[in-house]
């Protein structure tokens, strides 16, 4: 019997000729307005990513296959594959390789450590589906893992005593999540209103952004010996998507505004719910959150992404070892996201 660990991440295109294709992954289908595919070319332009091909991967698949590189390494035997829900390389090819190298039993874990089933509850979909036969233990959350949040403090406390010294005061700090739908974070007829036809209704609350608040709360406790108080950090979802319907908040947009109008002059913004730079960070933090803050009157730093951090490698192998429980996976694929 050969176990094996599989990351599972998102997936970005690698070329902006590609992403009218890639959004059609990422909503399960459904074609997104010109306008909206024309946005996203150009926020992905504006990162970096080409037109044609070059030698460069995208933000994303650089730093997944080196956080996969580095799990291999640290575990010193144990293979580490990687696989992607909605680019290549895609989860069904890699069980399919998987399953010819030989691997009976795999240890799943996605590289979100909030558990929604709008992004864990959809790759752990995809994977029962590939992984027929094959003994699957999926780690469906790691938000309070105590090597993640000091990976995060560690990212964080350079910034924030800078930027508090540079202002000569203590800085807010913004800890940030991706939003998700309202509807999302409903329960019964609600969690199905205005969701695609075959959206399973749910029986309880998606535990998401109890999960995001809980990581961003760890965090800033352990920022708390370097003088961030317990008053000093707030918490908005970002990046409300394009599909109709509310998305839950507070925003970012109306957390800056509500800092300005508390007399800040500046805010440290941390995201807690990606362990990579990729374009939610990069365009979304580091181009319209600075312009927006800068309109207002706020300087706006952000903490370094995860990306290579050794302390997110030590995170990982503890997860990818341990022998806690993890959730059942014999759930059929229909009632799983
Ligand atoms: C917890 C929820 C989500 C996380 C985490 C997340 C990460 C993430 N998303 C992208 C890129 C895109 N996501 C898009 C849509 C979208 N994202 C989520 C949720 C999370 N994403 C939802 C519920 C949706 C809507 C899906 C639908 O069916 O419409 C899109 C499409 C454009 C848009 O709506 O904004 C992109 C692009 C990345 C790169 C990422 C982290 C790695
Ligand atoms: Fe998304
Ligand atoms: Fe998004």
Known sequence: ???????????????????????????????????????????????????????????????????????????????????????????????????????????????????????????????????????????????ENPLLVQAFAERLQPVWSNASAELGKPVPVLFTAHSVPCRTIMTGEASIAGARPGTPMQDSPDPYPVEAKRTASLVAE????????????????????????????????????????????????????????HVEVLYDIDIAFKELAAGLGLKLWRAESLNDSPTLTKALVGIAKSEEPVEATSLSPAKVG
């Open 1 to 143: 019997m050969s176990h094996a660990v599989l990351l599972l991440a998102h997936g970005t295109p690698n070329v902006r000729g590609e992403m009218a294709e890639y959004l059609s992954k990422v909503t399960g289908g459904r074609a997104l307005p010109d306008e909206v595919v024309e946005e996203l070319k150009h926020r992905y332009a504006q990162i970096g990513l080409r037109e044609t091909p070059g030698q460069e991967p995208p933000p994303l698949t650089k730093w997944t296959l080196a956080q996969g590189h580095a799990l291999e390494q640290a575990l010193g035997g144990t293979c580490v594959y990687i696989a992607m829900r909605n680019w290549s390389p895609y989860i069904a090819d890699v069980v399919e390789q998987m399953r010819s190298d030989g691997v009976t039993k795999i240890r799943a874990v996605c590289l979100a450590p909030q558990n929604s089933r709008t992004s864990v509850g959809l790759y752990r979909r995809a994977l029962m589906a590939a992984a027929t036969g094959i003994d699957v233990e999926f780690v469906a959350e790691w938000a």
């Open 222 to 277: 352990r920022l708390r010996t370097a003088g961030l108080t317990e008053r000093g950090w707030y918490f908005a979802f970002q990046s409300q998507g394009v599909s109709g319907g509310p998305w839950i908040g507070p925003t970012v947009e109306d957390t800056l505004k509500s800092l300005k109008e508390e007399g800040h002059k500046g805010v440290v913004m941390q995201p807690i719910g990606f362990v990579c730079d």
